[in-house]
């Protein structure tokens, strides 16, 4: 069926480090989004992907979403404290939307 | 509202029991959603509408969950015969349009706890 993995599960970085949680699927997507959940709240949309290859910047995020649109990347420079919580892609497969198990990020200051 | 809202915040009940989750999303949002998400996992979709009807209900995990939405706005989330497995977030989302071409807003959800 459609599925969405997402590694690492867990990321633990000091303060100051780079981060990257990578998202896949095995057929091609429609689009794609990323959404941000802190501790004990609820998911906020990031960004939405269309365009294979396509790059976006939000500050110090960089979103891509690969060639053959399977597969995502959400690259964070130099983290922030603020930036902890999990993180999720969600894949539109065109009749469905699903979102990926998370990448968990911890910030140490 | 400004933002999605969700009622109870909290919901303790017994097994067996009858359960209600309110969601009112955005003003002016057409498509709402609810989706169910357990600890450490990803929002698992349950119910898609669009206006008042339901557009897609594949991801009711079985009879005893169902949905309304009767004046397209206010959606309630009803689960009949409580079982422990049940116990979750009940996250509601809502956009502008139709399905997924913009982002969701989600709700700060309904947490159910079954004894």
């Known amino acids: 069926g459609q599925q969405v993995m997402q590694i690492p599960q867990y990321q633990h970085v000091q303060e100051g480090e780079d981060f990257t949680t990578y998202c896949n699927s095995s057929t091609t997507l429609s689009n794609i989004q990323w959404y941000k959940q802190r501790p004990g709240g609820h998911p906020v949309f990031l960004i939405q992907?269309?365009?294979?290859?396509e790059v976006k910047k939000q500050k110090r995020l960089t979103f891509q979403f690969g060639e053959a649109k399977k597969n995502s990347s959400l690259h964070i420079t130099a983290t922030q404290t603020t930036d902890v919580g999990t993180y999720f892609c969600a894949g539109d497969y065109g009749q469905n939307f699903v979102f990926g198990p998370g990448t968990r990020l911890s910030v140490l200051p | 509202g400004a933002g999605v809202s969700q009622t109870p915040s909290n919901k303790v009940t017994e097994k067996g029991k009858y359960v209600e989750l309110r969601c009112d999303p955005i003003s002016g949002h057409t498509a709402l959603y609810w989706y169910r998400q357990s600890l450490g996992q990803g929002p698992e979709f349950l119910i898609y509408?669009?206006?008042?009807?339901?557009?897609?209900d594949s991801g009711l995990p079985n009879d005893r969950f169902f949905a309304v939405r009767p004046e397209g706005s206010v959606s309630t989330l009803k689960i009949q015969r409580t079982e422990r497995g049940d116990s979750a977030m009940y996250l509601c989302?809502?956009?502008?349009?139709?399905?997924?071409?913009?982002?969701?807003?989600f709700g700060e959800g309904s947490r159910l706890t079954v004894l």
């Open positions: 509408f669009q206006g008042t009807g339901a557009a897609d």
């Open positions: 992907l269309v365009k294979s290859g």
């Open positions: 989302a809502s956009s502008l349009n139709s399905r997924y071409t913009g982002e969701l807003f």
